[in-house]
Structure formats: C-alpha cells, structure tokens
C-alpha cells in the first residue's frame, strides 16, 4: 500500500528532473578520424554529434569525400545519431543545401552565427534594428527551415549583429519562428557574466535549442600551455556554473549542450589522443553534475 501511495509522488519527481542532453562536439577532435569520434559519443555521456567543419575540424569535409550512404553506414557501426552541423562559414543565409542535408542525414539544427548588419556588438535601438533587418532576411531560409523540421540556432558572438544582451532580448522578442533560436555563447558573455542568468530566462526553452558550456579565456586567441586552454572548459576555469544551470533549469532547458573549447592553433585535436579528450569531457560533466546537485 506504501508503494502504491507515493508512486504518483516518485513519478512526479522524475518527470520534473532536469536531465542535461549532451551533445559531443567533433571540433574537439580536430582532424581525428570521423570513426575515431563516434566511437566516444556514448562514452562522453552524449546523445549525439555535433559536425565541424574547417577551419575548426575537418569531419564534414571527411564525409564529403566518403559519401553520405559511407557516413550512415558509420552511424549505424557506432549506434550513433548525428544531431547538428556546424557551418559557420555558410553564414545564416548560405545554408539551404546544409539544412537538406542535415535532415537526409537524421539530423535536426544548424548552428552558426549572424553575421553584422552595421555595427557590430548593436546596443539599444540599433539592437532592435538590426534584429528586425536580420529576421526579414532570414525569412525564405527559415521557412525552408520549417519544412525541413530543421532548427536554425544562432550563436551570440563577439564582433556581429547577436552579440550584447540587448542584441539577445530583441532576437527573443521578436522571433517570427520555432524554428529558429540563439545558440547560446557565455563565453561571449565574459563582461557581463552577473547578465547569463537572466538572459535565459528571459529567452525561455522556445529561444534557447543550444548552449556551449565554455567560459572565455585567452588561449583561445593566444597559444599557451595546455594547462591554460583547459580553463575554458567547465570545471577547469573560474565561472560557477549553478546560476548557469540553475536558469537552465527554471526554463526547463530542453535543447542541446555541449561542453567545448578552442584550442590555437585551431583545427587540431585538443589533445593528442581521443581517449585523452574524452577523459577531459567527462571531468568537465562530473563538475556540472556537481552543480547541478547543489540547486
């Protein structure tokens, strides 16, 4: 009778549990073989990959040249799924054929930036400008989107039109489609860190299909010892990330996360081994369980 009283209560508990979907990044990896990166998907506690492309790693160019029906036959090897293609030098509206491909290939969500449509790193009313000029161009690539079932997921970067948090509450309040969000960049954030939390709340899980978890620091522009490139990784570096997850979890995050880092140069493997790499992954996702054990 115990048993059959707080079942309802148990079942409760684990539907309102907050599960962090992870998804693992190839650029991490470099110019590892794609075999080589699949093979750690599961073991970095992900779902799926998430394809880069040159100059970060070269795994879409390596499919390009194995074929699509080699790629999913590699999938299927590995138990894999494939969920997003990287593809920021096709810029926003450059990525028709990507989109096409992405779903042909079982996957689900772009990601790249917004580029800048007059001033970079728009405040205030230019903010708002420059998000209303992006959406309409953006329309004809966001519909096609739509029919694909394709989500386009924008990141907040430093230098372009999605960058400051005005920039990021006007591309919320004003987006025309479900299909399209803000790949979420605190590392970007870096100068105004205190801002993360509200920003994604004021987002919501309807703007937010993706988050890097990455902090800034300078090894990603500069090369410095490994030691130092690792602070960009969670658990390595200084930001806490329990308001981080916290807000994720108010909003009932739903999209996609994936722990990251640059190395410089990059396009190399971030370690010399993947084993190495998916020892670092995982250290980074046993600090954010730890964070999230602590909301």
């Known amino acids: 009778m115990g048993m059959a009283a707080t079942s309802p209560v148990l079942a409760q508990a684990r539907s309102e549990a907050f599960v962090i979907r992870y998804v693992l990044s190839s650029a991490m990896y470099g110019d ?16 799926s990959v998430d394809i880069w492309r040159l100059r970060h790693a070269n795994h879409r160019e390596q499919i390009t040249e194995m074929g699509d029906e080699e790629f999913q036959g590699k999938l299927l090897t590995h138990e894999a799924m494939m969920s997003v293609s990287t593809c920021y030098p096709l810029g926003p509206f450059g990525q028709d054929e990507e989109m096409r491909w992405v779903m042909k290939n079982g996957g689900h969500m772009t990601v790249c930036g917004s580029g800048s449509h007059g001033e970079k790193d728009p405040k205030g009313m230019e903010a708002k400008r420059q998000v209303k000029l992006f959406f309409e161009k953006l329309k004809p ?17 430093k230098n372009s039109m999605l960058s400051s948090p005005d920039s990021i509450r006007y591309f919320a309040d004003l987006n025309p489609s479900k299909n399209v969000g803000i790949a979420f960049a605190p590392h970007h954030l870096h100068d ?21 978890f990455q902090e800034y620091h300078p090894s990603s522009k500069e090369e410095m010892a490994k030691v130092e490139e690792l602070k960009q990784m969670p658990g390595f570096g200084s930001l806490d990330y329990v308001p981080v997850l916290a807000a994720l979890r108010e909003v009932k995050f739903e999209g996609l996360a994936e722990i990251f880092m640059h190395p410089t140069p990059r396009g190399e493997p971030m370690l010399p081994t993947s ?21």
């Open 32 to 47: 590892l073989p794609l075999d080589e990166v699949l093979a750690e998907i599961a073991k970095t506690g992900a779902e």
């Open 141 to 157: 690539h966001y519909e096609l989107a739509e029919s694909l079932g394709v989500t386009m997921a924008i990141e907040n970067h």
């Open 192 to 212: 105004v860190i205190d801002e993360i939390p509200g920003l994604i709340e004021h987002c919501g899980k309807e703007n937010l299909p993706f988050i890097y």
């Open 275 to 295: 084993a190495e790499i998916t020892q670092v992954i995982n250290h980074s996702r046993e600090y954010l369980n730890s964070c999230l054990t602590k909301i």
